[in-house]
C-alpha cells in the first residue's frame, strides 16, 4: 500500500504559497489577491472600531448616569393632618434615610429637595435644576466630587452653592462670584405667593461628563434649599446608591418594604432603561451591518480563488498525473484562500485595536481638520467619542472573519480538487 502524505504537508505549503505570489503574466490573479486582503482587512477594522466604541458609548452612558445620579429614587406621598390633601414629601427623611443604609448592598441614602429656578449672572440667565442635598451626600458622588475636574473648594460647598461647568460658562461665573437665584413659588403674601430671590456665591464648579447635567444642575446645602423651596423640616426625595446597580432590581423589594406602604420607588433603569434598549437594538443591527461586509469581501476570495484554478489547470492536471491526491489540491486551495482570509483579518485586529487604543488623537485631528463641528455634546450628551477594547468583541469579529473566509474558500478549492486531470491536459 502507498504510503499516504500527512494534511497539510510541507508541499502543499510550497505549492500554495507559489500560487498566491502570481508572476507578473498572470497579474489578474494577483490583482484579486490585493483587493481580498485588503477587502478583508478593511471590514475587519470596521467591525472591531464599531464594537469598540459600541462598547466605550455604553460605559460612558452609564457610567455618567451612576456616577451623578440614584440608582433608586424613593418618594413618599404624605397626608397633611386633618384634610384628605396628601403631597409629595418625606417628613421623616432621616429615621428613612437610616433604615435604608440599614439594607445589605445599600451604599448611600441621601435625603433631596429638589426644585426649578432660574439663575442670573451679569446679564446672563439659564434655567437650572437645584437640588438641595447635605455636603457629605454630596461628596459621595463620584462624577460630582472629582478632584480632577472640580474646581474650587467641595469643602466650602456649605457656604455657597455648586454649579456644573456648563451652567457657569453659560452665565460667565467663576469661583467667589455670587449667582441670583429665582424661583416663582415664593413666600405666601396677602398679594398672594411672590416670588423668591437669593444671592449665592460660588464655592464649588463641578464637570460631571454629561453636557446635559453639566449645563443645567447646581447644587445647594439641604438646609438652605428647604428654606428656599418653602420645604422647612421635610426632603422631597431620597436618592440611594448600591453597590451592583446592573441588579438593582434585586434590593428594589427590600427598599420598598423599609420606605413604608406609601412610598414609590424610579430606579435608573426606569429612566434610562428606553436608552439602553434603544443601544441594545442599535449594536445587533450594526453587528449584522458589518457582518455582511465582511461576507461581501470574503466573497472576493472566491473571485480571487475562481480565477487562480482557472489559469493553474494545466498545472492541476500535471499535479493529478504525478499521483497528487484530490485532497492534496484541495488543501493547497484551501491554504491559499484561507491564507488571505487570515492574513486580512489579523491585519483587521490590528488596525482596530490601534484605532481603539489612540482614538483621542484621531478624533482631535479629524476634529480639528473639520473645524470643530464633528462631535456636539449638546447633541450627543457626552464630550468625547468614547472607545473601549472588549475581548469578547475582538474575538467575535475574528472568529466572523475566519469562519466565512475558510468556509468560502472550500467551494472554489473542492472545484479544483474534483478537476478530471484528462480535462486539464487535454489541449495542452
Not at 162 to 187: C, Q, T
Not at 207 to 214: E, K, M, P, Q
Not at 318 to 343: K, N, P, Q, Y
Not at 375 to 380: E, L, N, V, Y
Request: charged share 20%; hydrophobic share 50%.
Amino acid at each position: 500500500m502507498a504510503n499516504r502524505t500527512a494534511p497539510f504537508s510541507a508541499f502543499e505549503w510550497m505549492i500554495a504559497w507559489r500560487y498566491i505570489r502570481a508572476r507578473r503574466a498572470e497579474g489578474g490573479v494577483s490583482v484579486m489577491t490585493w483587493i481580498s486582503l485588503v477587502g478583508i482587512t478593511l471590514a475587519v477594522f470596521a467591525l472591531i472600531a464599531t464594537l469598540s466604541v459600541r462598547a466605550g458609548f455604553r460605559e460612558e452612558f452609564i457610567d455618567t448616569i451612576l456616577g451623578a445620579n440614584a440608582h433608586v429614587t424613593v418618594y413618599q406621598d404624605s397626608v397633611i393632618e386633618g384634610t384628605d390633601i396628601t403631597r409629595r414629601v418625606i417628613e421623616d427623611y432621616e429615621g428613612l434615610s437610616e433604615r435604608l443604609l440599614r439594607i445589605d448592598g445599600v451604599t448611600r441614602a441621601a435625603p433631596v429637595v429638589r426644585g426649578q429656578v432660574m439663575a442670573s449672572f451679569d446679564g446672563g440667565n439659564a434655567g437650572v435644576e437645584v437640588f438641595g442635598i447635605r455636603a457629605g451626600d454630596l461628596g459621595s458622588l463620584p462624577r460630582i466630587a472629582d478632584p480632577e475636574t472640580g474646581i474650587g473648594d467641595i469643602a466650602r460647598f456649605d457656604e455657597g452653592i455648586a454649579l456644573g461647568s456648563g451652567l457657569a460658562r453659560e452665565l460667565g461665573a467663576v469661583i467667589g462670584d455670587k449667582v441670583r437665584i429665582l424661583s416663582p413659588n415664593g413666600a405666601q403674601t396677602p398679594m398672594g405667593q411672590s416670588p423668591r430671590v437669593s444671592a449665592y456665591e460660588v464655592t464649588y464648579i463641578f464637570t460631571a461628563g454629561r453636557y446635559d447635567i453639566d449645563r443645567t444642575r447646581a447644587y445647594l446645602p439641604l438646609s438652605e434649599a428647604q428654606l428656599f423651596f418653602n420645604r422647612d423640616g421635610v426632603a422631597g426625595e431620597i436618592e440611594v446608591m448600591v453597590e451592583d446597580p446592573d441588579n438593582v432590581q434585586e434590593i428594589v423589594p427590600e427598599i420598598m418594604a423599609a420606605a413604608g406602604p406609601t412610598a414609590f420607588l424610579w430606579t435608573w433603569r426606569d429612566s434610562a432603561g428606553s436608552f439602553l434598549r434603544a443601544l441594545t437594538v442599535e449594536d445587533n443591527v450594526m453587528f449584522v451591518i458589518l457582518s455582511i461586509l465582511v461576507l461581501i469581501a470574503s466573497m472576493n476570495i472566491i473571485s480571487g480563488l475562481i480565477m487562480l484554478v482557472k489559469n493553474k489547470g494545466r498545472d492541476i492536471g500535471i499535479l493529478r498525473t504525478m499521483g497528487l491526491t484530490e485532497g492534496s489540491v484541495l488543501r493547497v486551495f484551501f491554504i491559499c484562500g484561507a491564507g488571505i482570509g487570515t492574513i486580512g483579518t489579523l491585519l483587521g485586529v490590528i488596525l482596530g485595536c490601534a484605532f481603539a487604543i489612540w482614538i483621542d488623537p484621531i478624533f482631535a485631528t479629524v476634529n480639528y481638520l473639520s473645524g470643530g463641528d464633528v462631535w456636539d455634546p449638546s447633541i450627543r450628551g457626552i464630550y468625547a467619542l468614547p472607545a473601549k477594547l472588549e475581548l469578547g468583541d475582538v474575538l467575535s469579529a475574528v472568529a466572523l472573519s475566519l469562519t466565512l473566509s475558510w468556509v468560502i474558500t472550500l467551494f472554489p478549492a473542492r472545484r479544483a480538487a474534483r478537476m478530471n486531470p484528462v480535462e486539464a491536459l487535454r489541449y495542452e
